[in-house]
């Protein structure tokens, strides 16, 4: 029996619709690698199949366009629909075709492989990782006219719309938006999901502003069962290929410098249970835990008690819990801790080494805090002297010293988890590091540069946005910093996340940015301290306790200054 709604109940669900959160997820492709709209429908290249397929972004009716021709578009990448013809990449070429017959006509060759193509009335754009440039060429001719650097480090699919070129890089979770005459960025902003691989503005179906679809392509892993396994247990870990398209949230304050992208409705606890290794007992315990700051990029909306109330203090700035024993038992059960509704969105600052050629000097207080050796740093040992020279060589300007000492210490360091953490000088020697011992190695370089830093934590949300509602647990804690512009402030840079690639070049995505997921907490302050009369010098937190951190994803939030 086919069961089928009326037409006012149809109309009544579509407009229950917010397309701009709405996520677009076609039918049988596996790698969406271009993107591109006819006014009506997305269109999409699955560079694997072959497919081109037009989507429905309302319901994701998917139709296969080209299905006698699809092994000529296998290893395709980029699409661009204009005057009705489409036009892509595939391996060193650039290749058209009219929608009509799908016959393929050559445009150019690189010397590299051609990633993404967009077409501007006479003129046509080409992206290429390895050749480094975006180069652009006469339509009618063929003949390049002028290239422009590559934005980014990645893989970079792009699109016009009027004198900007908007261009997704998959290595560097970005969207730039660029100047198309003269390739100047004018800002970037972070996309919600990783492995961005296709972009373009297609007409919101219920009206107002153009979305900005943005395609994702990946390998995740799963567990599944296989029955012809011989191992008592039959669950394996594999992979299965994920790709969908996703509206891209866009609000650039040119004035505070900054550009915000998809944000989330996010809760968050922190809970400790005493559990203690030894017996000990304590008197007029205090036991102190930050809470979630508001930023430029983070709103904590409210917070509530688990277990036992606090009283709430202020310390640097910003907001503590403080809870406090008049005696706590060997050996006594309690839970405690504080629960957090926040909007976490990602962020982007836009600065450039020549906005800070003129910067006022370092205020003298910001000097004698944030220039000190005030966390084991050894600041004074021979070895964090000598990096500290060597990282910056004769650079001046502090932007392009900071990205100078970022890029040398992940030349010198590969990650690796500890069980404690060593101080700069070792961890340096060692080569090898954890977050907290990166952040300890950039602190030290930066301070004895001049450049004021300050550590930041303390979690991040497990970075699925499509796992609402669930509750997730982070498997580690994690720290960065943040680093001083004097006259304009604070800006975060992570501490190892982007050492990505073997030697570089490494991606800027999270210098001067942080992703949606980071929850800003402790800025400069411990994230946790215990006081008590009679606390043994031996004893510290994890003695005493165990901590469960939970994040709940609840929705995504609308764009940036909009109704929901």
């Known amino acids: ?71 000529e578009f296998q290893d395709a ?25 799908f016959v393929l006509h050559p445009f150019v060759s690189l010397p590299y ?14 992206t290429s990782q390895k050749l480094g440039y975006i180069s652009v060429f006469d339509r009618n001719t063929g003949r390049q006219i002028t290239r422009f650097p590559l934005p980014g480090v990645g893989v970079e699919r792009l699109t016009v719309r009027g004198e900007e070129l908007w261009i997704c890089d998959d290595l560097e979770r970005s969207v730039y938006c660029m100047d198309r005459a003269t390739g100047e960025v004018l800002f970037s902003v972070l996309t919600p999901y990783a492995n961005p691989s296709g972009i373009a503005f297609h007409p919101n179906p219920q009206g107002g502003e153009d979305l900005l679809y943005i395609a994702y392509a990946e390998e995740e892993f799963y567990i599944r069962d296989n029955p012809n396994s011989d191992d008592e247990d039959q669950r394996e870990l594999t992979t299965r290929d994920r790709t969908f398209i996703h509206p891209l949230h866009v609000h650039y304050d040119a004035s505070k410098r900054y550009a915000l992208s998809n944000g989330y409705l996010v809760e968050m606890s922190y809970v400790e249970e005493l559990s203690q290794l030894e017996e000990v007992a304590l008197t007029n315990l205090e036991w102190r835990i930050a809470l979630p700051a508001t930023t430029d990029r983070q709103k904590l909306l409210s917070v ?33 801790g504080w629960k957090a509704l926040m909007e976490v969105r990602g962020i982007k600052y836009r600065l ?26 050894a600041m004074d040992s021979p070895t964090i002297r000598w990096a500290a020279a060597d990282s910056i060589g004769t650079e001046t300007n502090l932007l392009r010293k900071i990205l100078r000492i970022r890029n040398y210490v992940y030349d010198r360091l590969s990650y690796s988890i500890k069980p404690h953490i060593d101080t700069p000088d070792v961890a340096l020697d060692r080569g090898t590091g954890s977050c907290g011992e990166y952040v300890g190695v950039l602190l030290a370089l930066a301070r004895l540069n001049g450049i004021a830093c300050r550590t930041v934590g303390r979690y991040k949300c497990p970075p699925d946005p499509d796992q609402r509602g669930i509750p997730l647990q982070p498997d580690f ?51 946790e301290k215990i006081a008590a009369a009679d606390l043994p010098e031996e004893i510290s937190i994890g003695d005493l306790a165990i901590n469960h951190i939970r994040f709940t994803i609840l929705q995504e939030l609308p764009p940036p200054g909009s109704e929901v």
């Open 113 to 126: 492989d051609a990633d993404g193509v967009a077409v501007w009335q006479s003129t046509v754009y080409v």
């Open 304 to 336: 509530e008690p688990i277990g036992i109330p606090f009283t709430e203090e202020e310390q640097g700035g910003q907001r503590v819990a403080v809870f406090r024993f008049n005696r706590l038992e060997a050996c006594e059960g309690q839970i405690f």
């Open 352 to 377: 450039t080494p020549r906005d800070l050629e003129n910067s006022p000097p370092l205020p003298p207080d910001f000097q004698q805090k944030y220039l000190v050796d005030d966390d084991d740093l």
């Open 77 to 101: 990448s980029g699409l661009a629909l204009i005057d009705g013809q489409l036009w892509f990449a595939r391996d060193n070429d650039v290749l058209w075709c009219s929608v009509s017959d």
């Open 477 to 527: 804690n994690h720290v960065w910093l943040e680093f001083y512009v004097p006259g304009f402030g604070w800006v975060p840079m992570e501490s190892n996340v982007d050492d990505v690639i073997d030697g570089g070049p490494y991606p800027t995505r999270f210098f001067m940015g942080l992703p949606w997921f980071h929850a800003e907490i402790a800025k400069g302050i411990p994230f």
């Open 1 to 71: 029996m086919l069961l089928e709604s009326s037409p006012s109940e149809s109309l009544l669900y579509a407009a229950a619709i917010d397309y701009r959160r709405r996520t677009v997820r076609p039918f049988g492709v596996y790698e969406l690698h271009g993107l591109a709209s006819n006014g009506e429908y997305l269109w999409a290249v699955d560079s694997v199949r072959g497919y081109l397929v037009q989507v429905d972004c309302r319901n994701d009716n998917t139709t296969i366009l080209n299905s006698l021709s699809v092994q």
